[in-house]
């Protein structure tokens, strides 16, 4: 396991600190980091395994094409993000959106922004590497309010490449969309509701 | 005289006071109040109440309830809320989904989660405690944390403090 420095979880965490009893959702699967280190914090944890809850729905033939189903779509978001609107005051989303193709990225990102609260963080990675064709997977656990520790999770296709214009897009229904430079090939991506 | 116990006696208190089994092909449906520690590996489905025991949802059993007990330490399949007064342990290959309140939780490295989790202080004696509020459950500001179980998990594990 790798560890790095992330100061979009710096970012985050800036929000937590300051008011204690929110309730966050964490989409990595539920790992005992981060769950020590949020509920330290006095905050409600909601967590599930996004990527598993993918595989689960679209892992059964082509992961892409089977996405584009919109009994499977509908499967996923009932499976995977069935909660009420603001419900929560800040997401980690990690690096999962980059798996999700076309309109059901759309659909995920707007039921994301849907549930969080207006004024809340959602983190959100990204790889830059635009000519990777699979890019690694993994389990991030926070270890302390700049420090990230990287389980891997072996390797996938992402669904397309996004650069800082795309991402504008993608996240134009927010308040603003601020990005973080990295060192390596991860871009972080801090969206305010 | 040895001082050397009886094996096979000790055995059969331990058992019969210390701890209740649902085995393996034991199916119940309903409610069940226990005054012992409990293993399920069988299946269940309504609810558990053992607030001053521990209940374990052994490797094999699927328990669909609700839950409330001292300790949970679940290493099959539990779907349901969990409610505990002192720690909730999700073992490797576990699979846990609803809600948990608890003072303490332990996943390891392989179980699946979702839910929510709410840390809640334990319950202190009144005699021991400062002021009345902090008999109350409420959400911790230094809660919860492990002290065992896998490699992945002892980082985390040295940022707590309790």
């Given at each position: 396991?790798?560890?790095?420095?992330?100061?979009?979880?710096?970012?985050?965490?800036?929000?937590?600190?300051?008011?204690?009893?929110?309730?966050?959702?964490?989409?990595?699967?539920?790992?005992?980091?981060?769950?020590?280190?949020?509920?330290?914090?006095?905050?409600?944890?909601?967590?599930?395994?996004?990527?598993?809850?993918?595989?689960?729905?679209?892992?059964?033939?082509?992961?892409y094409e089977n996405q584009a189903d919109p009994q499977k779509a509908a499967q996923f978001l009932d499976a995977a993000l069935d909660y009420p609107a603001q419900h929560f005051d800040g997401a980690l989303v990690w690096d999962t959106l980059e798996f999700l193709s076309g309109p059901l990225l759309e659909t995920v990102v707007q039921r994301l922004g849907t549930m969080l609260r207006p004024g809340s963080y959602m983190l959100a990675l990204f790889h830059a590497e635009e000519r990777a064709e699979t890019i690694p997977t993994y389990s991030y656990r926070i270890q302390d309010r700049k420090t990230i520790t990287l389980a891997p999770r072996g390797r996938r296709r992402p669904a397309q490449f996004f650069n800082n214009r795309s991402l504008e897009k993608l996240f134009s229904d927010f308040d603003s969309v601020k990005f973080f430079l990295t060192r390596d090939h991860l871009r972080e991506v801090i969206v305010r509701r | 005289m040895s001082s050397v116990p009886n094996r096979p006696t000790e055995s059969f208190e331990a058992t019969r006071t210390g701890n209740a089994v649902l085995g393996k092909s034991a199916v119940v449906k309903g409610q069940i109040l226990s005054r012992e520690d409990l293993t399920i590996d069988g299946e269940v489905e309504g609810t558990i109440e053992m607030q001053e025991h521990r209940l374990t949802v052994g490797p094999s059993g699927k328990v669909r309830a609700s839950v409330k007990a001292r300790e949970v330490i679940v290493l099959g399949t539990l779907h349901g809320n969990v409610e505990t007064g002192d720690r909730i342990d999700i073992r490797k290959e576990a699979k846990l989904v609803g809600d948990i309140r608890t003072a303490r939780i332990v996943i390891e490295d392989g179980a699946y989660f979702k839910g929510n989790v709410d840390i809640v202080r334990a319950e202190v004696p009144k005699s021991a405690s400062a002021t009345p509020a902090a008999a109350s459950p409420r959400p911790a500001t230094t809660s919860a944390s492990p002290t065992t179980a896998s490699p992945a998990m002892a980082a985390g594990a040295g940022e707590i403090k309790r």
């Amino acid at each position: 396991m790798e560890t790095r420095n992330s100061s979009g979880l710096d970012q985050f965490c800036s929000l937590l600190v300051e008011r204690p009893g929110l309730t966050l959702l964490d989409l990595a699967g539920a790992n005992q980091s981060t769950m020590a280190f949020l509920t330290n914090l006095g905050h409600r944890v909601y967590s599930d395994d996004f990527l598993l809850q993918m595989d689960r729905c679209f892992g059964d033939g082509d992961f892409y094409e089977n996405q584009a189903d919109p009994q499977k779509a509908a499967q996923f978001l009932d499976a995977a993000l069935d909660y009420p609107a603001q419900h929560f005051d800040g997401a980690l989303v990690w690096d999962t959106l980059e798996f999700l193709s076309g309109p059901l990225l759309e659909t995920v990102v707007q039921r994301l922004g849907t549930m969080l609260r207006p004024g809340s963080y959602m983190l959100a990675l990204f790889h830059a590497e635009e000519r990777a064709e699979t890019i690694p997977t993994y389990s991030y656990r926070i270890q302390d309010r700049k420090t990230i520790t990287l389980a891997p999770r072996g390797r996938r296709r992402p669904a397309q490449f996004f650069n800082n214009r795309s991402l504008e897009k993608l996240f134009s229904d927010f308040d603003s969309v601020k990005f973080f430079l990295t060192r390596d090939h991860l871009r972080e991506v801090i969206v305010r509701r | 005289m040895s001082s050397v116990p009886n094996r096979p006696t000790e055995s059969f208190e331990a058992t019969r006071t210390g701890n209740a089994v649902l085995g393996k092909s034991a199916v119940v449906k309903g409610q069940i109040l226990s005054r012992e520690d409990l293993t399920i590996d069988g299946e269940v489905e309504g609810t558990i109440e053992m607030q001053e025991h521990r209940l374990t949802v052994g490797p094999s059993g699927k328990v669909r309830a609700s839950v409330k007990a001292r300790e949970v330490i679940v290493l099959g399949t539990l779907h349901g809320n969990v409610e505990t007064g002192d720690r909730i342990d999700i073992r490797k290959e576990a699979k846990l989904v609803g809600d948990i309140r608890t003072a303490r939780i332990v996943i390891e490295d392989g179980a699946y989660f979702k839910g929510n989790v709410d840390i809640v202080r334990a319950e202190v004696p009144k005699s021991a405690s400062a002021t009345p509020a902090a008999a109350s459950p409420r959400p911790a500001t230094t809660s919860a944390s492990p002290t065992t179980a896998s490699p992945a998990m002892a980082a985390g594990a040295g940022e707590i403090k309790r």
